[in-house]
């Protein structure tokens, strides 16, 4: 009878984040996806048991949710190397085992036919470890006789099946493969953002506010795929030119592009087939981005402290304005502040720090922006742009009046029966007086958008190159 024993305790010092927990692919944490492919193996007969350490209550349900019978074995001892969980894995294998098959948890790449040809050879030979090589070296999984595993008990360390192997060199049968794979494994976030599988077209955007929809409307017209997620009672000011007023209205338009609410992976899936841009109310879990996939992942909703975002979420990260250090939290910066470097890209850095102070419009800055004079709700008795003079009441807020703080079109307003806090921006006033401004992409979008686009260009090159 065939074992396996999947090792999958470690630390990821060298990741940084937890390997075993990070997305791969088909709504699949990268462990999962390991798992998954060994449960597939008719070879394997016996136990397949997984060896956890390491945030061990989060990787044992992340394991349970599979539901395929496998034997948890938690290893006390796993910071003390590789050796130490290959004791935990072997401690008490049932009798009837004649060989153990070896996998790592973070080696996703061998294909289940290579485990039956390596189970056929063993039982064809009389060799005691059969391990799969490719151009010269030796790869994984490895399968050894049980009869050789009692030396591993006097082994420490983290050198895995190493000294065995070395030691065991006339019991080794070498099956050539074709395949690099059995060599690639994950073990820094560079490994894992070059190799995670990746829908190239498909860019996830957080946020769906005036400037993330200009970068959508740009990447859309470029023949990309954006999916943007929103909150479910937007804020947003500039609503005729985001679509983050589909969370109200079920459906939106944005010069010419149509974007649309869903509330799940597959109805983003159902709506991306029909070339929609769908608003994803709620926010992406690791499994939802295992099984989307982007190939991109922007931040673009303008919170000016980088959020949630992080490096490993997808091959290429990109953040809008202050809060992103491209390096550490995202792979690239674009600036978003108006003035000579608006729309540059930050490769290395960060964007200027945020002013407080919103853009100038006319010469105008602050006294351009309308703010609640009370907590409660908004309620507006203006639609976007409508001219409106100085000290016109626009709306109120718990029955006091919100006033245009200068003449000319209202260039954005946010949704009426929205709850607000006191001060909180609900509008803008633009003096220019041009309505036709109110529902079209601003300068400012179009050259942010500009940004977005030359850094997945530049960067897509760079991992193409490599």
């Known amino acids: 009878m065939i074992s396996a024993v999947i090792l999958a305790a470690g630390e990821s010092r060298r990741m940084g984040y937890t390997k075993q927990l990070l997305p791969w692919s088909q709504g699949k944490l990268l462990l999962q996806h390991v798992l998954h492919r060994v449960s597939t193996c008719p070879a394997i007969e016996g136990d397949i048991r997984v060896v956890i350490g390491a945030e061990k209550e989060k990787v044992k349900q992340s394991i349970q ?9 938690e290893n006390p001892n796993y910071q003390e190397g590789l050796m130490s969980s290959i004791r935990a894995g072997l401690k008490d294998l049932p009798a009837r085992t004649e060989a153990v098959l070896f996998f790592l948890g973070d080696k996703p790449f061998w294909e289940p036919a290579l485990v039956t040809r390596m189970v056929e050879e063993y039982h064809r030979s009389n060799c005691k470890i059969v391990a799969p090589f490719f151009a010269g070296r030796q790869g994984h999984p490895v399968l050894v006789s049980t009869s050789l595993l009692s030396g591993l008990h006097e082994l420490k360390g983290d050198y895995g099946l190493k000294p065995l192997i070395e030691s065991n060199e006339q019991h ?9 794979g059995i060599l690639l494994d994950i073990d820094d976030i560079g490994e894992y953002k070059k190799y995670r599988p990746q829908d190239d077209r498909l860019i996830l955007i957080k946020g769906a506010g005036e400037m993330a929809s200009a970068v959508a409307h740009r990447l859309f017209m470029a023949g990309l795929q954006p999916v943007m ?6 804020m947003v000011v500039r609503r005729r030119v985001a679509f983050a007023q589909a969370v109200y209205d079920g459906e939106t338009e944005v010069e010419g592009i149509k974007g649309e609410r869903v509330s799940s992976i597959e109805e983003i899936k159902e709506l991306v087939n029909r070339r929609r841009i769908p608003v994803f109310t709620g926010r992406i879990t690791k499994r939802e981005l295992a099984s989307l996939i982007p190939g991109v992942i922007i931040d673009a909703t ?8 992080e490096i490993w979420q997808a091959p290429l990260v990109i953040g809008l304005g202050p809060g992103f250090v491209a390096g550490r939290n995202v792979d690239a910066v674009v600036e978003t502040m108006r003035g000579h470097n608006l729309g540059r890209v930050y490769y290395e850095g960060e964007a200027a720090p945020n002013t407080g102070v ?3 419009i006319a010469g105008y800055t602050a006294e351009r922006v309308m703010r609640s004079p009370a907590r409660g709700i908004f309620q507006s008795q203006k639609e976007i742009g409508e ?12 029955g006091q009046p919100v006033l245009a703080p200068l003449s000319g079109v209202i260039r954005g307003l946010i ?6 806090a006191k001060g909180l921006k ?4 633009d003096p220019r007086g041009k309505a036709e401004y109110c529902f079209t992409i601003s300068e400012k979008g179009r050259a942010i958008a500009g940004g977005v686009l030359e850094a997945i260009l530049h960067l897509k090159g760079q991992v193409q190159d490599q």
């Open 229 to 234: 997620t929103e909150l479910n009672e937007p």
């Open 172 to 180: 080794i049968l070498s099956v050539k493969v074709e395949d690099s």
């Open 387 to 398: 001219r409106v003079n100085q000290g016109q009441i626009v709306g109120n807020v718990g």
């Open 426 to 429: 609900l509008g803008d006033i």
């Open 302 to 309: 303008m919170t000016k402290d980088g959020g949630s975002t």
């Open 415 to 420: 949704h009426d029966g929205v709850k607000v």
């Open 358 to 360: 919103p853009g100038d």
């Open 65 to 73: 949710e599979l539901n395929k019978g496998f034997v948890v074995i």
